[in-house]
């Protein structure tokens, strides 16, 4: 039982790129300590000691030698099911970087686990903390668009030679799909609601790698609005979340946008959260006028480790659950479907 006031205790669970990124929020961040790092290498273990938290290989060494009230789970996605399970059984609360699975009926698995023991998961799409997304679900809601009736999402990007230097980055299940468009995929459903159906295409003509590089995407919503996505890591383009949000500081704005939203009174740009709407009568003979809220820049990642925090403590249900996880991760398994047959896929749901 923790202490009133102490500062909850989280252990990372893989010390790669995004798992330093959740230290770095860890050891800056209020309420919070690092309580281990959990990865076999030597790195890690200096990594641990200059933060002077704890090390274990592995992490059944972690959850045996205690200390922790939570855990990050940051390894490579194969491991994310295991590594997730063993933190539910322990009874401690998870946020498991996304995708929860390499597929769904893993991530289903658990997900049903950790529910049935009462045990919080998160998934880890950080975006959803982002103000900019919170203000433009904030504008939906509210009516600002009316219906949604129409949505178009931009994800393009060009990936240099060498990221391809790794064998696994040019294999099946590694194209922009799954590792890039599922974060968009993620936003789109917190947006704009539901996604029960999709089609798809794609192509690798340019690298000719066996995983694909390019994608072009239909989507049906549950409330009936239409919406198409475009995503390729072989485009020279400024229509990307990365630069256009503002969220990563490697990434240097355009100050573009990269998200469309039409609706029956007025249409949404993201990440800029400009609302387009008539002045009087809804017509196309009539202006369209252009209002911009203003919206307070904030760190995602930091938001979401104080969220994750809150979680430990019992103050908060997870705004990003490990069923929202698995929901976002069967439109994605859907997209790699339709791919394949050239029909229309339903999503479980």
């Not at 979680?311 to 791919?339: D, F, N, Q, W």
Request: charged share 20%.
């Amino acid at each position: 039982m923790m202490e009133e006031g102490s500062d909850v205790a989280i252990a990372v669970v893989g010390a790669g790129l995004i798992g330093r990124q959740h230290i770095e929020r860890i050891v800056a961040g209020a309420g919070v300590r690092l309580a281990c790092v959990v990865d076999p290498t030597p790195e890690a273990k200096a990594l641990a000691e200059r933060h002077d938290a704890a090390w274990a290989p592995d992490i059944a060494t972690m959850l045996r030698e205690g200390g922790a009230d939570g855990a990050i789970v940051a390894t490579p996605n194969q491991l994310h099911v295991d590594h997730g399970l063993a933190c539910v059984e322990a009874g401690l609360p998870v946020l498991v970087e996304k995708p929860l699975a390499d597929e769904p009926a893993a991530a289903r698995r658990l997900v049903e686990t950790a529910e049935a023991a009462g045990v919080p998961v998160l998934t880890g799409h950080h975006r959803r903390y982002n103000p900019l997304i919170r203000a433009a679900r904030e504008r939906i809601a509210g009516g600002a668009v009316g219906r949604i009736i129409a949505v178009h999402a931009t994800c393009w990007f060009f990936k240099p030679d060498d990221y391809f230097a790794p064998e696994w980055r040019r294999s099946p299940g590694a194209g922009p799909v799954f590792i890039n468009l599922i974060h968009d995929i993620d936003l789109l459903r917190h947006l704009c609601g539901e996604i029960v159906a999709v089609q798809a295409a794609e192509s690798n003509a340019m690298r000719g790698n066996p995983v694909e590089e390019t994608a072009v995407i239909l989507l049906h919503f549950a409330n009936g609005a239409l919406g198409t996505v475009t995503v390729s890591d072989t485009v020279v383009s400024p229509w990307s979340w990365e630069l256009t949000s503002r969220e990563n500081g490697l990434y240097r704005p355009s100050g573009e946008e990269c998200y469309l939203i039409g609706g029956t009174h007025g249409s949404l740009t993201v990440p800029a959260n400009a609302l387009w709407r008539n002045s009087g009568e809804r017509s196309w003979h009539q202006p369209v006028e252009r209002s911009v809220g203003p919206v307070e820049a904030e760190d995602p990642l930091t938001l979401q480790m104080a969220h994750f925090r809150d979680v430990v403590l019992g103050r908060a249900e997870p705004l990003v659950s490990g069923r929202e996880g698995l929901r976002t991760l069967e439109v994605i398994a859907a997209i790699k479907r339709a791919t394949r047959s050239g029909s229309t896929e339903r999503v479980p749901t």
